[in-house]
């Protein structure tokens, strides 16, 4: 799987296991923070926390993710990963 940067995705960012489980995976880059995605989704039912926590290990470096809310009875999951530099930012004025 390629890694996107700025979310310009494709297939090239998108996987699919043997056993149908499909991985998305994206990064938002800026000059003061970066935002990590990766979505998770399986035609015939939600994805288990077993196979999220092991290809969130793989795939978010450096920050922990967080589930996003969803919709009831949908079989996709997303979790983002935000890391800041506040030193980078500007000040609010």
Not at 28 to 42: K, L
Not at 53 to 76: F, K, Q, S, Y
Request: charged letters at 30%; a negative charge; one cysteine or more.
């Amino acid at each position: 799987m390629k890694l996107p940067v700025n979310r310009r995705v494709d297939e090239t960012h998108h996987v699919v296991t043997e056993d149908g489980l499909s991985v998305w995976y994206t990064i938002q880059v800026s000059p003061h923070s970066r935002i990590q995605e990766a979505i998770f989704e399986r035609p015939d039912r939600m994805p288990s926390d077993d196979e999220c926590a092991h290809w969130l290990r793989l795939l978010i470096a450096g920050a922990d993710a967080v589930e996003a809310p969803g919709l009831p009875g949908a079989m996709t999951r997303r979790f983002e990963a935000f890391e800041r530099s506040p030193e980078l930012e500007a000040p609010l004025a």
